[in-house]
C-alpha cells in the first residue's frame, strides 16, 4: 500500500527528497510521517503531518528537513537538506489511510517498506 523510494548515497551537506506513495481504493490519507532508524538504535519519528495540516518535526532535523504532500497523487515527501552522518538511517513513511470497499471504509496504518539513506562524511 505504501511505497518508499529516494534514497541512495550522499555526501555530508547534500541534499535527497525521499518519496512515499500509496495505492488502492484510497477515500482518504489523515496522517502522513516519516521515521528512521539507525543501525543499534530504535526508530524515530522525524517529521508528521497530520489533518488539519499540523506539522511536527525531531529536533535533530528541524530547519534542515521538510515533510510536504501532494494529496492528489496520494504522496508525501521529505526533502531533506545540509544532511549530516548522523542522518544516516533507514527511513519509513507511515500513513493513516482510510479506504473504501464498495460502500464499506476502513482506516489502517500502514508502513513503508523502508529506503536506505547513507551519508558520507
Known amino acids: 500500500q505504501l511505497q518508499a523510494s529516494g534514497g541512495g548515497l550522499v555526501q555530508a551537506g547534500e541534499s535527497l527528497r525521499l518519496s512515499c506513495a500509496a495505492s488502492?481504493?484510497?477515500?482518504?490519507?489523515?496522517?502522513t510521517g516519516w521515521y528512521r532508524q539507525a543501525p543499534g538504535k530504535e526508530r524515530e519519528l522525524v517529521a508528521s503531518?497530520?489533518?488539519?495540516?499540523?506539522?511536527d518535526y525531531a529536533d535533530s532535523v528541524q530547519g534542515r528537513f521538510t515533510i510536504s504532500r501532494d494529496n492528489a497523487k496520494n504522496t508525501w515527501y521529505l526533502q531533506m537538506g545540509s544532511l549530516k552522518p548522523e542522518d544516516t538511517a533507514v527511513y519509513y513513511c507511515?500513513?493513516?489511510?482510510?479506504?473504501?470497499?464498495?460502500?464499506?471504509?476502513?482506516?489502517?496504518?500502514?508502513w513503508g517498506q523502508g529506503t536506505l539513506v547513507t551519508v558520507s562524511s
Open positions: 507511515r500513513g493513516k489511510v482510510t479506504s473504501i470497499t464498495g460502500s464499506v471504509y476502513y482506516t489502517t496504518e500502514y
Open positions: 488502492g481504493r484510497i477515500f482518504s490519507i489523515d496522517a
Open positions: 503531518i497530520v489533518s488539519g495540516g499540523k506539522i
